[in-house]
Structure formats: C-alpha cells, structure tokens
C-alpha cells in the first residue's frame, strides 16, 4: 500500500526557535497533503490544506505566519513552526491524498507516523 | 460547518465480546463520507472503515461494520469477536468528498480486556 514518511519522528527545540516538519509521500504523487495537529488525549484538528504549487489553506484560528506550510513538490510537503514556544508542543500529523482507485471509486488518504514537537 | 460527536469517552470489551461505538454528525451536505480510523499507542491513524453516504448498504470489514443511519445522522461502529489488539482509541470522522479534509470526532478509548 501507499506510504507516507515524516521526519523527524520526535524533535525538541528550544523557545524561540524554528522547527521544521517534513511529510513526504513515497511511493506515490500527492498534489494536495493535509495538516493536523493532534494535543494528548485529544483528537486531531486539521490545521491547513496543502496543494502543490500553490498556497496552503489554513483553517480558521491557525497562524499561517507561525505555521509555514510549503508544498514544493509532488512528494514532500513541509510544515515549519516559527518561533516555537511551549504551548506549541503537539504531536503533528500530515496525511495525503492518494491515487484514484479504481475497486473503490474513490480516492484514499493516507496517513504519516505524525512527529512530536517538543519546546523547551 | 461540519462537527462530529463521539459520546463515549473509553469504554471497555471482554476478549471475544462485541463492542458498539456511537457516532453522530451535523452537516447540511446530502453526499459525504464517513470512516472509522484506529490509533493504537503507535499513534499512526490506521483507516477501519468507511461508508459513502449515497449507499444504503451498511459497510462492513471482516469483524467491523457499520450502522449507517443517514436521516439520523448516526454512524456507530461495531466490533464484534473483539481482540487485544483492538485496543486503541477510535476516531469517527467526516469528508465531504473522497479524500478531502477530514473532520474527527473526539474519540473513544477502548480497551479490550483478556
């Protein structure tokens, strides 16, 4: 099936800093990748729409000046945290959208292993 | 906007018993999709199920189906011959077209005991 990678897995950085997530689909193209973030013991909150070649769209509430979004290619999309603080401590997970499939009439989103974003 | 519900924080099976998980959703969409995704420790969201609206038929996957109730807006999932490995948090969740943006519902714990 398909698979999508995140790296890092886990990463702890310091206040004010910037972290940078990556999502990269590897067996298959996405033109479009999506962006959730998920608090402990909580469910997850789509943060933005990622389209390749062109603007994300974030949702409602979500900084997009913090929360860079960058979609360069079919295979990668890129979320970086802009001077991080704790309260954006989260563990993050992208998901992409996958090839028509045929036997379902339908396309299929696939899910990444999600990163664990530490601020110290 | 879409919101989806998921009434039952945890809720615990015996081995081999059957569990139901409530699910209900708002939307003012006549076509959409629902699923059922699986989060076991690993955290990597793993897809259950799922039931596109304009079918009657209720879905099912092995030991999962589905109650697919539309006029309702109720969309529970079962588990039947319920295994260890079944333990995990389960997220209801909805779409508005194959693979767009995904609503999630808060999610149930469950936890299957030997």
């Known amino acids: 099936g398909a698979v999508v990678s995140q790296h890092p897995s886990w990463v702890i950085c310091k206040s004010g800093t910037s972290v940078k997530i990556e999502c990269r689909s590897l067996d298959f193209q996405a033109t479009t990748m999506f962006w959730y973030r998920q608090f402990p013991k909580q469910s997850l909150m789509l943060m933005a729409t990622s389209n390749e070649g062109s603007k994300a769209t974030y949702e409602q509430g979500v900084e997009k000046d913090k929360f860079l979004i960058n979609h360069a290619s079919l295979t990668l999309s890129t979320l970086t945290v802009t001077s991080a603080h704790p309260e954006d401590s989260s563990f993050y997970i992208c998901?992409?959208?996958?090839?028509?499939?045929?036997?379902?009439?339908?396309?299929?989103?696939?899910f990444g292993p999600g990163t664990r974003l530490t601020v110290t | 906007a879409q919101t989806v519900t998921q009434s039952q924080p945890e809720m615990s099976v015996q081995e081999a018993e059957t569990v139901t998980l409530s699910c209900t959703y708002d939307t003012s969409e006549n076509n959409y999709y629902l699923f059922w995704y699986k989060q076991p420790p690993s955290r990597q969201m793993i897809l259950v199920i799922r039931?596109?609206?304009?079918?009657?038929q209720n879905a099912t996957e092995n030991r999962f189906s589905v109650n697919f109730q539309k006029a309702a807006k109720s969309f529970s999932l079962k588990i039947s011959d319920s295994q260890l490995g079944d333990t995990a948090m389960y997220f209801c969740a909805f779409s508005k077209a194959a693979g767009n943006k995904l609503t999630f519902g808060g999610g149930t714990r469950v936890l299957v005991k030997p």
């Open positions: 039931q596109e609206a304009y079918k009657q």
């Open positions: 998901s992409a959208r996958g090839p028509w499939v045929l036997g379902a009439g339908s396309y299929e989103q696939y």
